[in-house]
């Protein structure tokens, strides 16, 4: 709760300016009159308040960056026409967003990671030899180490993403279970026999073939009885609902050169292309993704 002179003073925000963004904001529901003061609403308490559990403000950091208002913004009749960026554009080796996504994200992933971690605590037989690629902040597999003691976690990403990573799996006290492994998954040797891999939000950066490629290299790396988890956005098959994983289709058209949101048609497809029997989704409420078990 803040009066707006005070708002004023923090932001330097001229007096005009403020007034007609506080009252729009007020009219679009984020913010409620209190007084003489300005307050969030419920709704922007829970995901604007930095305290909140599900608090994702500093995503600002990534889908505001430079690098990707770029991509939006600079000639948008361009990649519609292509049907995707021109060149690498944010799957680019070592791309900068990244670390700084990493960061950022870690709110936003935190609710869906723990519940990844309760799917994996309800198997029967628990997985020890994990593989998250892709890591970025690691909550995935820290997650799963933090309610399987015993448990050996593979991180790939990219090295300067991995300090990352391995910050976060200290903080959790579990880095002595994590191995650290750079470079690019699509051609790396991440070894095999893997109880459980873990694809968090990374499909969707790529094109269907490239996804089968990447499925059948998983499945490859898999112990006898292993299972590969992705976690990701998908929309319904009509692709404009849910309302979130089917907008994310148009930031994957913009900041990717073939990269979607994908149906559970589109998956099953993939995985079965792949040598998997299919795929099958799981809602991880209260947060706009799904697990995806792709069955073996």
Known sequence: VMSRDGLAARTGASGRGLRILCDYLTVIGLLKKQDSHDALTHISKTFLDESAPLAVGK????????????????????????????????????????????????????????????????????PYTVLDIAAGHGLYGIEVAKILPEAL????????????????????????????????????????????????????????DVCTSLLRKVKASLAVGGQAWGIDLVPDEDRVSPPIPAMFAFWMLATTPGGDAYTIRELDEMARNAGFSGATTRALAPTPESLIVFES
Do not use: C, Q
Not at 153 to 172: F, G, H, I, K, Q
């Open 59 to 126: 995503i600002v950091d990534v889908v505001a960056a430079p690098e990707i208002l770029d991509l939006f913004l600079n000639d948008p009749a361009a990649y519609v026409r292509r049907g995707g960026s021109s060149g690498l554009a944010n799957v680019s080796p070592d791309h900068p967003v990244w670390v700084r996504f990493a960061k950022a994200a870690v709110p936003f992933a935190a609710a869906a990671a723990k519940r990844v971690a309760a799917h994996v605590a309800n198997l029967a037989d628990p």
């Open 153 to 208: 976690v593979t991180a790939v990403d990219w090295a300067p993403v991995l300090t990352v990573t391995r910050a976060n799996a200290e903080e959790a006290g579990v880095v002595d279970r994590f191995r650290m492994l750079a470079g690019n998954a699509l051609d790396m040797d991440w070894g095999s026999d893997y109880d459980l891999v873990l694809l968090p939000n990374f499909l969707h950066h790529f094109d269907f």
